[in-house]
């Protein structure tokens, strides 16, 4: 239920620097990382299972129960008050076979992708400007970026349904200040996209600065001395020293980010006004696929199947994402 | 300093939980009243009238009524769902219109309330109607078979300090049955499963008529300021329409009569034409379900064409005529796209972006609500086609409930007469007892927001005139596939006959399981 | 005369300059950041035929305290605000507890199935929560705990999510070296778990905690099904009563959202520099 964002710290290890390489600043592909860490053997291992035992026990009751209910009956034609018919694997044909399926993947993409990079950027420009050590006023900058973060989304999504009208809007209104015509952020599937993006960036962009923020403070100060006696300019430093330092949580984010992201729901709903996502499926996220397939027509076993396929989508992903990361922020430095 | 700060958390947390506890003291010491019996009842906006609770709980002060409104959707959808379920939750639950259908399905999880008797709880209250004839005030009260009988007046308790309560009363050994004759028949079938057993009783009806700006029809040149003002605009306007055609005809005249900066700005007839759709098929004798004798009805009836079983929305000529009738609207431009309910709306309803808007009875309440500015502007014209629909709500006793007794005593109580006619005189929503219909207080009943309209007589008349539809458990679901399928033309994004291709197909993934 | 030796300037290397337009991103980053909530204030202190006027109303209005009347004549909101409070902070200490022993347990301590097991939990975090609501509703139905705090409190005492924020919160901040060495001096797991890693991860347990508080407080779909009286409803159950039509009304939703959000909004003032150095912690240690 609650929705908690881990702190992505990287890990504070010695940066391996080696002696008399031309350019010692530049950061270097860390060894094997040593999340491997196998366990402390000098600590006796056995007290794990008394330390797991609360959570494992609460997992089982109100973590799997649900996880399993919705496994077992997404192989059935599933009526929980009435009728409930074992189809074996159909609810998973006809779900690949299901257009809107497709759809909502596409939908669901799109506003990923326009939530999670721009928002990336933005945050880590963010956390450039706030790590200033002679940047005024620090804990007020960084205070009031944390305050979308702290409301309901169901609240926020009406203000910015508001904010999104046709032809009322405010933000058509500021639009039209530079002469553009009224978008429709309803009909128009990649506007209604911005818009979704635009109500997850503003939740989760001042947050992520300060993740970022973090991550870049703990890049010794030193790096950057010697960068710039070197003569590398500020995009090279940011290029080289910061952009490194920032693997492990640029990866985090993006994890993070992706579950959020194949989860969003209340902002569509909200947005687009319905549960079948407008008149194209625009809105049509996979959450909200899964709901109005479930809960408006119905098809629970078919509901189910399409939470299960959102699951092996985010494993997917992950793992995408991990090599991705892992490849851009590390690959130059060969 | 860190801990210091916590510490400080923590006081405030200390000054909201004793504000609190101070408040919720202080509220006990007034109640003293022993509870013995809860009723929980699970409803959405507004339904319930509060001062009638208040009015119940002075009759019956060891009854408690909590009531909890909630997003109608999931209330009627997962939460119900879940109830039922696991045999635990509400004793009373308000059922919308277009869940009636789903519902019906599954009689298992309400009480049949034939079988319910109301005790003599109610009875220490004598009389029920009051009716205003050639100056005098008569009262009545109803027999076991619920028909009216005269009584003389005493309309009202005395309560613990002495005062005098007016209130209604229902006899003892009242079932459903005896109450029936009270409300209009065909919105006493939705709440009916086919063995007979009734799971829900009808409180409002939505109606449907049509609101129209008299300045802007004015300015239009459709009605002269002074049949606006003497009122005889509305039947002229209800006479210009008699028929869908004639509607659109109408709001091309409107629309042709637009100024061209007015135009340009997206200014229209009608907020949206998509609402003629259902507004159409409601007036047909049948939707998207045949009544076949089950509870579930089906989506399948015989072609006379191809003389085979197929989905009836798939070939009923009133659904594509329905269909056809809103693109020959939509390509006349005389709607605005603006979405019912979208923050649009209220600031288009405002400005005059629209001159018409199809609304049942509970509609104008939210329109007086987001529209202060427009009072006195508005009039009410009769729907073409004569009658129509949109909403309503029933209210049913669970199966589950351990108050069946009370829930009963309280549910004839409210949904008597009297106390449907204090919901409508506070909210507008409309009653579906029709004997009160002929009450001064609805007959005579007239809005100033509405130009003095008679909005208890216009509206009863066209709900008068419907005939029962059978509502199926796919019915949203089916409007919305065809109301998503019109928004596509509308859009632009699709041609008529490649958006009804595409909504056929939606509509055979959406039926699929159905029978 | 006296010669003041002017202290050098200070050199600051191009990638500490903070220029007008740092400030002005800020500025700009800020206001978006404030202006829905002012906004929420603006329609709910104005009603909805104001702000539905061209051009809007931009300036709060005054009928805010109808609305706080009227919330307070619909719904007992203290009650609705202890309720809260205190599912709130229950879960709050419990999340931070028990998802620190297990972080601790699947972070640093060498037992069978400890891969697999983490694995598998963060797998299933991944299942949309919504199919869960029957079953979970089932569950708690058979305890009798419908309508009570705990069917709130219970299956919020710890997540998967809290467990695997402070794996990794654990495995980032506290070194081995440490407790290397705290164990070679004799100490036993439960003491090493006491005395050095708690300490180590306050600040995240901190905001683990908050996080969790605001989850609880803002919470709706779940507590709107179990809860039934008045007397048991959170703070967003309780401003949803408020919804008095078929439809939206701006005003009041909005109202209703900005009394349920204010009581945060003041939390904040006090604990928000707390919450962000507690956010950026971890890094800066160590």
């Known amino acids: 239920m609650s929705h908690v964002v881990a702190n992505p710290s990287p890990r504070p290890k010695d940066k391996g620097r080696s002696k008399g390489a031309p350019t010692p600043w530049r950061q270097k592909k860390k060894p094997k990382e040593q999340a491997e860490f196998p366990g402390l053997r000098s600590l006796n291992g056995k007290w794990g299972y008394l330390f797991i035992a609360p959570f494992i026990i609460m997992f089982l009751i109100f973590g799997l129960a649900p996880v399993l209910y919705s496994t077992v009956i997404a192989f059935y034609q599933y009526d929980p008050l009435g009728e409930q018919t074992f189809i074996g694997l159909d609810n998973f044909m006809y779900l690949l076979d299901d257009s809107t399926f497709w759809t909502s993947i596409g939908n669901t993409f799109d506003i990923w992708f326009w939530s999670t990079f721009p928002q990336m950027a933005m945050s880590i420009g963010l956390a450039a400007v706030l790590r200033n050590r002679f940047l005024k006023a620090k804990t007020f900058w960084r205070t009031i970026l944390l305050v979308p973060n702290i409301t309901s989304v169901l609240a926020v999504a009406i203000v910015f349904g508001q904010l999104f009208g046709r032809d009322f809007g405010m933000v058509n209104m500021v639009l039209g200040w530079f002469g553009v015509p009224n978008v429709d952020f309803i009909e128009n599937p990649f506007a209604a996209h911005i818009a979704i993006a635009s109500m997850i960036t503003w939740r989760w962009v001042g947050y992520n600065a300060l993740i970022f923020l973090a991550a870049m403070l703990a890049i010794p100060d030193e790096l950057y001395e010697s960068a710039s006696l070197d003569g590398a300019k500020s995009w090279q430093q940011f290029r080289y020293v910061t952009l490194p330092g920032l693997r492990n949580t640029i990866t985090f984010v993006l994890i993070v980010g992706t579950i959020g992201g194949l989860q969003v729901f209340a902002e569509p709903l909200t947005l687009g006004g319905s549960t079948s996502g407008g008149s194209e499926h625009q809105f049509s996220t996979l959450t909200l696929f899964l709901y109005d397939q479930a809960f408006v027509a119905n098809q629970w076993g078919y509901g189910a199947a399409i939470g299960i396929m959102i699951t092996i989508i985010v494993l997917i992903i992950s793992g995408i994402n991990f090599l991705v990361t892992r490849a851009l922020t590390t690959g130059e430095a060969k | ?515 | ?286």
């Open chain 3, 1 to 286: 005369m006296t010669t003041v030796v002017k202290p050098v300037k200070n050199r600051r290397p191009s990638w500490q300059k903070v220029g007008l337009g740092g400030y002005i991103a800020l500025g700009f980053m800020a206001f978006l950041s404030v202006f829905p909530f002012y906004w929420m204030f603006v329609v709910a202190s104005n009603g909805t035929e104001e702000v539905s006027k061209i051009p809007p109303a931009l300036l709060p209005g005054p009928r805010f305290l109808t609305v706080i009347q009227h919330v307070y004549e619909v719904i007992p909101f203290n009650t609705a605000l202890i309720n809260t409070t205190i599912v709130g902070l229950v879960v709050a200490v419990a999340q931070v507890f028990f998802s620190a022993l297990a972080g601790f347990a699947f972070a640093k301590l060498d037992f069978r199935g400890r891969r697999g097991m983490i694995v598998f939990v963060i797998a299933t975090m991944m299942l949309p929560s919504q199919l869960g609501i029957i079953p979970l509703y089932i569950l708690i139905a058979g305890w009798g705990w419908v309508n009570t705090l705990l069917a709130l409190i219970v299956p919020a005492l710890v997540t998967a999510f809290g467990v695997f924020w402070m794996r990794q919160v654990i495995d980032a901040q506290v070194p081995n070296e440490m407790l290397e060495a705290a164990s070679i001096d004799g100490a036993g797991v439960m003491r090493v778990y006491w005395s050095i890693v708690l300490p180590i991860i306050r600040q995240s347990g901190f905001v683990l905690g908050l996080f969790s508080f605001l989850a609880t407080w803002n919470d709706f779909l779940w507590p709107n099904l179990v809860l039934q009286s008045p007397d048991m409803y959170t703070a967003q159950v309780a401003v949803n009563q408020l919804k008095a039509s078929y439809v939206i009304d701006y005003a009041l939703n909005l109202g209703g959202a900005f009394m349920a959000t204010a009581p945060l909004l003041l939390l904040f003032v006090f604990v928000g520099r707390r919450l962000v150095s507690g956010v950026m912690d971890g890094a800066v240690k160590g």
């Open chain 2, 1 to 515: 300093m860190k801990f210091k700060k916590f510490t400080a958390g923590i006081a405030l947390a200390g000054l909201v939980l004793g504000a609190g506890v101070s408040s919720a003291t202080a509220a006990a010491t007034e109640e003293k009243v022993t509870i013995s019996k809860t009723i929980t009842i699970w409803t959405f906006g507004d339904v319930i009238e509060p001062n009638l609770i208040l009015q119940y709980k002075k009759v019956h002060p060891d009854i408690q009524l909590e009531i909890k409104k909630s997003d109608l959707a999931a209330m009627n959808g997962t939460d119900m769902t879940a109830a039922c379920t696991s045999k635990t939750g509400p004793d009373l639950v308000a059922v919308e219109v277009q869940y009636s259908g789903k519902w019906r399905s599954y009689p298992k999880c309400f009480t049949d309330l034939k079988t319910m008797r109301t005790s003599s709880a109610n009875t220490t209250m004598t009389t029920i109607f009051k009716t205003h004839k050639k100056g005098q005030d008569n009262y009545y009260d109803l027999d076991a078979s619920g028909n009216r009988i005269k009584v003389a007046n005493s309309n009202y308790y005395i309560d613990s300090t002495g005062a005098k309560v007016n209130v209604g009363s229902v006899k003892a050994g009242l079932s459903a049955t005896s109450i029936k004759p009270n409300f209009i028949p065909w919105r006493w079938e939705q709440g009916v499963g086919h063995d007979g057993s009734v799971i829900g009783i009808p409180t409002d009806v939505g109606g449907m008529e049509v609101l129209y700006r008299t300045d802007l029809f004015v300015k239009a040149g459709l009605i002269t300021a002074a049949q606006s003002k003497n009122g005889t605009g509305r039947d002229i306007v209800s006479k210009m329409w008699p028929t869908w055609d004639k509607f659109i005809a109408t709001g091309k005249k409107y629309v042709s009569k637009l100024s061209a900066a007015d135009k340009k700005k997206g200014v229209g007839f009608i907020d949206n034409v998509g609402g003629i759709f259902t507004a159409m098929l409601n007036q047909a004798k049948e939707k998207y379900y045949h009544d076949n004798g089950t509870d579930s009805g089906t989506i399948y009836a015989v072609n006379p064409k191809t003389k085979k079983k197929e989905p009836i929305y798939s070939f009923s000529p009133q659904i594509k005529a329905a269909w056809d009738n809103v693109i020959v609207a939509d390509k006349a431009k005389i709607g605005t796209r603006t979405a019912q309910f979208s923050p649009d709306w209220p600031v288009g309803m405002n400005n005059g972006k629209f001159a018409v808007i199809m609304a049942p009875a509970w509609m104008m309440d939210y329109v007086k609500q987001q529209a202060p500015l427009t009072k006195g502007k508005w009039d009410v014209a009769a729907l073409p086609g004569g009658g129509g629909n949109l909403g309503g709500t029933q209210l049913g006793i669970t199966s589950y409930s351990d108050a069946k007794q009370e829930a009963w005593d309280f549910l004839s109580w409210y949904l008597a007469p009297e106390q449907q006619l204090q919901v409508f005189r506070t909210y507008g929503l409309f009653p579906s007892t029709k004997s009160i219909y002929n009450d001064a207080s609805v007959k005579d009943y007239k809005d100033p927001f509405f130009n003095n309209a008679p909005v208890g007589k216009i509206y009863s008349t066209g709900i008068l005139k419907l005939k029962p539809i059978f509502e199926g458990e796919l019915n949203p679901v089916i409007d919305k596939a065809f109301g998503d399928g019109l928004g596509r033309v509308a859009a632009g994004k699709k041609t008529s006959a490649a958006s009804w291709k595409i909504t056929m197909d939606e509509l055979k993934k959406l039926t699929r399981t159905a029978r």
